[in-house]
Nanobody, 124 residues
């Protein structure tokens, strides 16, 4: 399974970005796709996750009012719409896949396959 995240960039506080995650190889083995982020000097943390086939997205409580995860199985894509961005959202954002179908938010250690990350910088 290969994942490639894109769509990061520099945005002012209050702005929006949509991250994309292209998924390829071993599609039928994927159970869950998640978004994670890692700020400088901090541990990687979960943002949102969604079952690959069917089911709704789940979010870290602090982000659920501003972020939306979605998938397009026909295009093998997962998206993360981020609105009302804040400087504290600045981080490298990663998408990851897990063969197990999971409901809810899970630690990065539960995900087996990772993309390369895309930088999101929110200026104040």
């Amino acid at each position: 399974v290969q994942l490639q995240a894109s769509g990061g960039g520099l945005v002012q506080a209050g702005g929006s970005l949509r991250l994309s995650c292209a998924v390829s190889g071993g599609i039928f083995t994927i159970g869950t796709v998640g978004w994670f982020r890692q700020a400088p000097g901090k541990e990687r943390e979960p943002v949102a996750a969604i079952p690959w086939r069917g089911g709704i997205g789940h979010y870290v409580d602090d982000l659920k009012d501003r972020f939306t995860i979605s998938r397009d199985n026909a295009k093998n894509m997962v998206y993360l719409q981020m609105n009302s961005l804040k400087p504290e959202d600045t981080a490298v954002y990663y998408c990851a896949a897990d063969p197990r179908r999971r409901v809810g938010i899970w630690s990065p250690s539960n995900f087996d396959y990772w993309g390369q990350g895309t930088q999101v910088t929110v200026s104040s």
